[in-house]
């Protein structure tokens, strides 16, 4: 019951969050892509703590349908994460169509949660624990999607760490030579 709870607490958090920023970019002030891909990032990290509610509750246990839907939009994050980034280092900040590429990894993601998907409600409950030992070609295709997918998120959750730090390190050095060159006041050199 303590788990659903927390689940629920960082669920609520997460829609504050996307309401605070829905307020904030109201009146059209600022930039729309920040506060798309923000609110988006927030959206999803929401659906995720939900779901993680909704498999640790026994109303998923009762209801298992939508077992599984919360962890197949989770290769938005880093996405919405990196948009949200690129925008901020960007003057020009806006979508452009090879921020496209980005869809790519994310259906990618979606895919390898299909044969769980296309498993019947009740045949996905023993996979909510560890996965359990493939008896048949489907249990087989089930763990392996499953593998893949945690192993193509933390190799995305890597990749998109990686060029966002990176990214934030050239926008530092650039902003430093901007200022550096700048004549200061009372300076006289």
Do not use: K, N
Request: hydrophobic share 50%.
């Amino acid at each position: 019951m303590m788990e659903v709870a927390i689940y629920l607490l960082a669920a609520g958090a997460s829609l504050l969050a996307v309401a605070q920023l829905i307020m904030r970019h109201r009146d059209g002030s600022g930039s729309r892509l920040h506060a798309f891909s923000l609110t988006v990032f927030f959206v999803v990290l929401t659906l995720d703590r939900l779901g993680g509610a909704y498999e640790t509750s026994e109303l998923g246990r009762m209801h298992p349908e939508f077992l599984g839907l919360a962890q197949m939009v989770q290769p938005i994050l880093p996405v919405a994460l990196w948009i949200y980034v690129r925008a901020l280092t960007e003057s020009d900040a806006a979508l452009h169509r090879s921020d496209w590429r980005h869809v790519i990894p994310v259906l990618l993601g979606a895919l390898f949660y299909v044969p769980f998907l296309l498993l019947p409600a009740a045949s996905r409950l023993p996979y909510l624990g560890d996965i359990p030992t493939p008896v048949t070609l489907t249990d087989a295709a089930v763990a392996v999607g499953l593998l893949f997918a945690d192993l193509f998120w933390i190799g995305l959750l890597v990749g998109y760490g990686i060029t966002i730090v990176r990214r934030l390190r050239a926008h530092r050095r650039r902003v430093r030579q901007l200022f550096s060159t700048l004549p200061w006041p009372g300076c006289h050199g």
